[in-house]
Structures are given as structure tokens and as C-alpha cells.
């Protein structure tokens, strides 16, 4: 069932609701095969495991501005993943980075501000490597 009321934040087309919960529901793109994630009274996310969640989701608890060494260590762990994975989580950053979609700390409720997210993103971002 389409949902006009949520957009997709990469494509700006309509998005469908796919399933609905009592504490979250979930949607789809038809057009770029994105999915996101909404609780009652919340703004819509990113789903979990898109490319944002994943690298967001080793900062769930951290409440200050995120090490160099956890950057490093997330960092050497997703160089590892295939070229088309570590593409997709450099542009996701990115395009999140230069045109805010959402506020990351609601992805996975980060424990932190939404500042040290989008400041960890910008510093893990320059170390990833294709």
C-alpha cells in the first residue's frame, strides 16, 4: 500500500508501507529499493542494516565525540567488506553529509549527540577506502 505521506530520502518518490507494527512500521521504495523505518511520534529513518545503520550501530552507547582508535578500528573492519558495500556506505555518508535526510541518532537511538554522529561519520568517511 503506498504511503504519500513519506518520501524516500535518495529518489523523492512516494514510498510503500510494508508492514505496520503497534510500535514501528516499515517502508519500501519501488523506484531505488530503499527501506526505512518509523516508530509512532518519530521522524522516518533509514532502516537497520542500510549502509548508514551499519557503521552507526558501533556507536550505539558511545555518549562523547567518537576515538580516533574506534574510527580506525570500524574503519580497517569495513575495508574489508566487497567494493560495491564500502561504495554504497562512502555515498550514503556523503550524500548525508552534504544534504542532511535525517537525524542519525534516531537510526538505532544512539546514545550520543546527533553532532558526534555527523562529526564520526565525516572523520570514518576519509579513511574508507575503494
Known amino acids: ?3 504519500t505521506s513519506e518520501i ?3 529518489c523523492n518518490k512516494p514510498l510503500y508501507l510494508t508492514e505496520k507494527l503497534e510500535d514501528i512500521s ?7 529499493k530503499r527501506n526505512y523505518a518509523k516508530e509512532p511520534g ?3 529513518t ?3 542494516m542500510s549502509p548508514l545503520s551499519i557503521v552507526l550501530y558501533d556507536i550505539i552507547y558511545n555518549k562523547e565525540r567518537i576515538s580516533d582508535e574506534t574510527i580506525e578500528i570500524v574503519a580497517d573492519r569495513i ?3 566487497e567494493t560495491k558495500q564500502i561504495e554504497a556506505i562512502i555515498d550514503d555518508i556523503n550524500e ?3 544534504n542532511p535526510k535525517q537525524k542519525l541518532i534516531a537510526i538505532l537511538d544512539l546514545h550520543g549527540t546527533e553532532e558526534n554522529a555527523r562529526d564520526y561519520l565525516k572523520r570514518l568517511v576519509k579513511r574508507l577506502k575503494v
Not at 516499515?26 to 531505488?32: E, L, Q, T, V
Request: charged residues 30%; negative net charge.
Open 46 to 48: 533509514d532502516r537497520w
Open 42 to 44: 518519530k521522524d522516518l
Open 1 to 3: 500500500m503506498i504511503d
Open 96 to 98: 548525508e553529509l552534504v
Open 79 to 81: 575495508n574489508t567488506y
Open 26 to 32: 516499515f517502508y519500501n521504495c519501488a523506484s531505488c
Open 8 to 10: 524516500c530520502f535518495r
